[in-house]
């Protein structure tokens, strides 16, 4: 099992896992023509992609899927409210091989059982996802604003977690954006600061992560300084284990054994 990310930030964001022949993106937030780019740094094409999941609606998760989708015909799995709330639109799902998953119901795509996971988040029925191969466990969550109880239990006993570290408290709160949107990037239904990372951590199983990758860090409220130097706090031993993905070129391969 293993797992990759094309870049992750509030440009676009693209996470790949891998399990035997079986390969899926978990979102598209890049053009049909970035995200070819992006793959084939990787070493792969669209061709490649068994499934797109979608997490939710916003841009910088959607932006590809649907053309993406329709020109190599992927499937495409997200939730009924996601597609609902893209209706009509360009980054729509309609005319695509789509599949509704309903969060807590795990579901097979070849050879990784995948669980969706619900979150809060300010979308339409957002979730994110757990995936599971051969008793190896890989969680990605980002875009939540709050850590709740069916979130840590979901995502407590992971080999390698992707965890939103979206920002700094004092660097969004005398930060360039407008007081609204300060609001909503640090409530409950926003992003995850540093410190809910951090506390989240600190009741899972962090010794059995093989890796931790922070991700969706916000390129004006946040440092990768910051954000290793929280989660630090938590995880003192195996801190090798720990990288920060990237806007421009995500993470590389991650191998789960």
Avoid at 55 to 81: C, K, M, N, W
Avoid at 138 to 163: F, K, R, W
Avoid at 174 to 193: C, E, I
């Amino acid at each position: 099992m293993r797992l990759a990310s094309l870049g992750s930030g509030s440009k676009g964001n693209g996470t790949l896992v891998s399990a035997g022949d079986c390969l899926v993106l978990v979102d598209c937030g890049f053009s049909v023509k970035e995200t070819e780019r992006r793959l084939a740094g990787r070493g792969l094409g669209g061709d490649d992609l068994g499934a797109i999941l979608v997490t939710h609606e916003h841009g910088d998760h959607i932006r590809g899927v649907g053309a993406l989708a329709r020109r190599y015909r992927i499937p495409v799995y997200s939730t009924f409210g996601t597609a609902r709330a893209v209706t009509g639109k360009a980054a729509g799902l309609h005319r695509c091989d789509w599949h509704e998953v309903r969060p807590g119901r795990p579901f097979q795509i070849g050879a990784l059982a995948v669980t969706p996971v619900t979150v809060p988040h300010d979308a339409r029925e957002p979730c994110q996802y757990r995936f599971s191969w051969r008793q190896r466990e890989v969680g990605v969550l980002t875009d939540l604003g709050s850590v709740t109880p069916h979130v840590l239990q979901a995502y407590a006993e992971c080999d390698a977690l992707v965890l939103e570290c979206n920002h700094e408290p004092e660097l969004l709160a005398n930060g360039p954006y407008p007081l609204s949107l300060k609001r909503r990037v640090g409530g409950h239904l926003g992003h995850l600061s540093n410190q809910q990372a951090a506390a989240m951590l600190a009741q899972c199983n962090v010794d059995r992560l093989q890796h931790l990758v922070l991700s969706h860090l916000s390129e004006q409220n946040n440092t990768s300084d910051h954000a290793l130097w929280e989660i630090h706090q938590v995880m003192e031993q195996g801190r090798e284990r720990i990288q920060v993905a990237s806007q421009t070129g995500g993470f590389d391969w991650l191998d789960v054994s």
